[in-house]
């Protein structure tokens, strides 16, 4: 391991700790589910940027580039959903500068398409109640992870991967359920701070437009249903088990502890706060 600097145009102090988590975590599961070939060691990778010389220092393995273009667009997406959520929705008015956020933020990454399509469904879902809210919660959850899917994009634009190209196309979509479904759990358990900062969250916003536990409950185990579906439409050379024994962890994880807090949320609020509080 050893350690790069680039001077970096941002305009703006970056989240290095989320970038970092992010773009590792991207890293492991498309070096895992997509089996993209390069070495393990660029999961480990950190990320520090010095506000004063305006450069990012990249500690890692190799294939320094890569990583700066991958810390440059996520570092765009967390700034332009901070902006959104932090400053414009806090306005009278402000659907048009955050009609004019998004698409600039469009024609500048359009390999980050599902990034800009989610932050249009979030903005029709949290500035007012939605005459359609299953439709529009639903397809937000779609593209939750969308962040998740536009550096697996430019990822699988640069490495090539083990598998054929059909399962490749499989395992992509088992790479998307994945993240969709940890997203909702993770909003799940998100409750009390997304809350607190009036980020979106699929839970608070089930709620809030009078949709019952079983919509969210059936959102996940929508996901758990074309993961294991998928799993048995891999050709006989893939190795399945890292995804079987994937979905086994999480499902676990989800009826221990994730289902519960979910009923919590919705019958009795004190309860919630005191599994929130053994778990978190």
């Known amino acids: 391991m050893h350690t790069e600097s680039f001077l ?9 700790s989320k970038i970092e988590r992010t773009i590792n975590r991207t890293l492991r599961n498309t070096y895992f589910l997509l089996q993209l070939d390069f070495p393990y060691e660029l999961t480990l990778s950190s990320f520090t940027y010095d506000v004063f010389t305006k450069k990012i220092s990249i500690q890692s393995s190799s294939n320094f580039e890569i990583l700066k273009e991958l810390y440059l667009l996520d570092a765009q997406i967390r700034h332009v959903d901070d902006y959104i959520d932090n400053t414009l929705r806090k306005k009278r008015d402000s659907q048009v500068k955050i009609d004019e956020a998004i698409i ?3 024609k ?30 639903a ?3 779609n593209v ?13 634009k640069t490495f090539k991967s083990k598998l054929s190209h059909k399962d490749f196309a499989k395992a992509r979509l088992f790479y998307e359920q994945y ?5 909702i759990i993770d909003d799940i358990i998100s409750v009390d701070d997304d809350t607190i900062n009036n980020n979106y969250n699929v839970v608070i916003q089930a709620k809030r437009n009078k949709l019952n536990q079983n919509f969210v ?3 996940a185990m929508e996901k758990l249903r074309k993961m294991k579906k998928l799993i048995k439409s891999f050709s006989k050379k893939v190795d399945v088990n890292n995804y079987s024994n994937l979905i086994d962890f999480w499902e676990k994880e989800y009826y221990l502890m994730f ?10 609020l004190d309860n919630f706060r005191k599994i929130y509080f053994y778990v978190k």
């Open 8 to 16: 970096i145009k941002l305009g703006f102090i970056p989240n290095d």
């Open 259 to 268: 289902k519960p807090l979910l009923h919590s949320y919705y019958t009795n």
């Open 104 to 106: 600039n933020f469009e």
């Open 108 to 137: 500048q990454f359009p390999i980050a398409k599902d990034v800009a399509k989610l932050f249009k469904l979030e903005s029709k879902i949290m500035v007012n109640l939605p005459k359609n809210p299953k439709k529009l919660i």
């Open 217 to 219: 409950q059936e959102l």
């Open 179 to 183: 993240h969709m479904f940890r997203d």
């Open 139 to 141: 397809d937000a959850t």
């Open 144 to 156: 939750r992870p969308a962040d998740f899917f536009a550096l697996a994009n430019f990822l699988t």
